[in-house]
């Protein structure tokens, strides 16, 4: 007799959610070490290769730091270093991540003022500049926006809100959530000007979720001495003060680091530049399977599409939920659920991370049999789309692809 009678599908799970994403083999085998000393001095050399490369995936000089968190604690980070209670921040809607870093700033007891959103395109810099410039008395101490909107798949294009608040020089802080976008989105962290930026691992890092990251400005770091809410776990100074020696201040997640130093050496081969044209690559290719099926892509600004997520939007009346648990049933594939309230209208296919052609390919076909087999009314002619694009000379480089979110 069987010890459990669970249903076994064979071969590997398709893991198509836009986070956590699938770990390639290299970074399991790397966690998979004996943990050390983290007071030791291989420790010490670990700690310092991991902060140091971390900057090189920001395009930071700055300090990162690294927490033993899910991204929700580096939100947190992020405004108790440099906030005090009351303070304004101005936070825009571009849809349910948005939101909920909008509820914790409230819940911090800061004062939020929240420019709504129709949760299909990035935060509007115009929008944006007109608040601040009608803040002469600069109330307003931090602009918080979220670079790759998970829930809608619609980016920020952050160089753009830097220069909406340098247009009416208005000394706010700029903080810019990369979580889903880190490592699969072109994102500059100096080049563009931006104060704090919020990082995770569980996306274009490739690692399993556990860590998450700071990356701070000059600027961050001396709001943080006068900033007065609370903070322990997360206050920066601590952790900077051990981190110039490769250590933390409490026990770090080891062996995460290992998986950490691993998934920064694949960066580096590859290429970030490489990294996110692949990523260009297989964003558009997935859209012209969506529109082959003769379906809506969520965000309705080609400049803002997101290439490390797709989120796709059903005809009234169909249940996008349903369309998802045909998928798992039947291809053993996991898509990401339609959130707040997106919640049955649509789905989405991450497209990040640890990916390629065929993987793409794979996910393609299990959504376009299992719209079928929901009984979606579509023309199968998205997976041929995509493949089509993906056969063609037409491939974006890393240059068409930057040239077009900076259009
Ligand atoms: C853009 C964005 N911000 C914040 C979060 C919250 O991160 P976590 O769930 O790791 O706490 C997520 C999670 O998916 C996200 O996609």
């Not at 010890?3 to 770990?23: A, D, E, K, W």
């Not at 509820?103 to 003022?113: Q, S």
């Not at 809100?161 to 802080?173: N, S, Y």
């Not at 991370?353 to 002619?381: D, W």
Request: hydrophobic share 40%.
């Amino acid at each position: 007799m069987p010890m459990h009678s669970g249903f076994h599908h064979s071969g590997r799970h398709f893991l198509q959610i836009p986070g956590p994403t699938n770990v390639p083999d290299r970074v399991l085998r790397a966690i998979d070490q004996p943990t050390i000393d983290h007071r030791g001095p291989e420790f010490a050399r670990l700690g310092r290769e991991v902060l140091d490369g971390m900057q090189q995936v920001f395009r930071t000089r700055h300090p990162v730091i690294i927490y033993p968190a899910s991204g929700t604690g580096a939100w947190e980070a992020a405004l108790v270093n440099t906030l005090s209670p009351g303070d304004r921040v101005l936070m825009y809607e571009t849809g349910h991540f948005a939101t909920l870093w909008q509820r914790m700033a409230g819940r911090l007891g800061l004062d939020v003022e929240f420019l709504p959103g129709d949760w299909r395109r990035g935060a509007d810099p115009a929008q944006i500049e007109a608040r601040l410039a009608e803040d002469r008395q600069h109330a307003v101490k931090a602009v918080c926006v979220v670079h790759n909107e998970t829930s809608t798949g619609a980016v920020t294009r952050v160089s753009e809100i830097r220069d909406a608040i340098d247009r009416v020089a208005h000394p706010a802080l700029l903080m810019a959530d990369t979580i889903s976008s880190l490592a699969s989105i072109d994102y500059r962290m100096d080049e563009w000007g931006v104060d704090v930026t919020v990082g995770g691992s569980q996306k274009g890092l490739m690692l399993p979720p556990g860590l998450s990251f700071n990356a701070v400005s000059d600027k961050a770091l001396r709001a943080a001495k006068s900033a007065r809410l609370p903070r322990s776990y997360w206050n920066w100074e601590e952790m900077l003060a051990a981190n110039a020696t490769g250590f933390f201040p409490y026990t770090p997640a080891t062996n995460l680091l290992y998986g950490l130093r691993e998934a920064l050496h694949m960066l580096e081969e590859e290429g970030l530049d490489q990294v996110f044209a692949r990523h260009a690559r297989l964003a558009e290719a997935t859209r012209r399977a969506v529109r082959g099926w003769g379906l809506e892509v969520l965000c309705v600004n080609p400049v803002e599409y997101s290439n490390s997520l797709t989120a796709i939007l059903l005809p009234e009346g169909q249940d996008a939920d349903r369309v998802r648990g045909v998928v798992l049933d039947r291809f053993d594939m996991s898509l990401g659920t339609g959130l707040g309230k997106l919640q049955g209208k649509v789905f989405r296919v991450g497209h990040l991370g640890h990916f390629n052609e065929l993987t793409l390919a794979g996910t393609l076909c299990g959504v376009e049999m299992g719209l079928s087999l929901a009984g979606v009314p579509i023309r199968r002619q998205g997976v041929q789309a995509a493949l089509d694009f993906l056969s063609s000379e037409q491939q974006w480089t890393a240059h068409e692809a930057a040239v077009l979110l900076s259009a």
